[in-house]
């Protein structure tokens, strides 16, 4: 059968990710159509040899003849766009975290709650946050074996997590701070002085920064809820207990997450190492870092753990590309899950 898919947000950093699985994974699609901002529109991208012109969101008919849209534009626009691209046909699958908590939408890690498609039933299909993605694979495989109870996460996000722009600004506050490079040592907050920031909530380059996100009146971030609310709806446990600590680091791409997880059953690193071995999707190495794994698929556990405390609980640290698995790679593989099930 004949079939379109759309990326919308193609030229952003997720979005070029998108396009790139598409022509690499030969993907099932007779045409594909590139959508973005006003500004964006009428250039053209390179698909599979030929060079497609951009479209704009705001054409009246873009989502015409689309059967597959994939979102990665920002939850606002998803908010506006998505139900208009349902409505002229299409199934959308959306990267932001406009639908991730709504009743009707699926929230689907492909490796994970493949049969929750099962639900679509507002045409949209979620993706989940990026560093909640990272800790599923993980936690799927161990609660399977020993029945998950509660998550204490703490995350270490690339700048990536932002955005391109959120890359940019890591950059070019490293270039700043470079050219003051005494300062780092002797006056840290004279050093910040020498550049600036928009995007991260501090100065990222040769720092940490322990907010992401809006705080709420509890002083947690809407980011750190996602990392609780998105791994009860993934998991099925609506009652799980997380306790989520989110961080931006220094690392243009590649989130981290280190886990202390409790489970209803014993646990011991040998037996949670044979549990997570042959997961889909999951590796085990023994120092997995973001910068070894940027550009990989692979989602990567290292320093398994038994607890020093509770003989119920283990301790990891696991990493995944936030722009490949926590974005465009699951993507994808909810759209191929998708064309393999006959509903879109």
Known sequence: MSRTVAVVGATGAVGRELRRLLEIRSFPLDEIRLIASERSAGTALAFKGSEITVHALTEPDVFDGVDIALFSAGGTTSKQYAPKAVDAGATVVDNSSAWRMDADVPLIVAEVNPDALAGVRKGIVANPNCTTMVAMLPLKALHDAFGLEQVIATSYQAAG??????????????????????????????????????????????NAVPRIGTPDERGYTDEEMKLQNESRKILGLLDLEVVPTCVRVPVVVGHAVQVRARFAEKVTADSAREAMSGFPGLLLDELPTPLAWAGRNETVVGRVRE?????????????????????????????????????A
């Open 161 to 206: 997590g932002a955005g391109q722009k959120g890359i940019d600004e890591l950059i070019s506050q490293a270039r700043d701070l470079i050219e003051h490079s005494d300062l780092l040592i002797s006056d840290g907050a004279r050093a910040m002085e020498a550049t600036s920031h928009e995007v991260h909530a501090s100065v990222l380059a040769f």
């Open 307 to 343: 607890d020093l405390i509770d003989p119920h609980a283990l301790n990891f640290w696991v990493v995944g590309d936030n722009l490949l698995k926590g974005a465009a790679l699951n993507t994808v593989q909810i759209a191929e899950l998708l064309v393999e099930r006959g509903t």
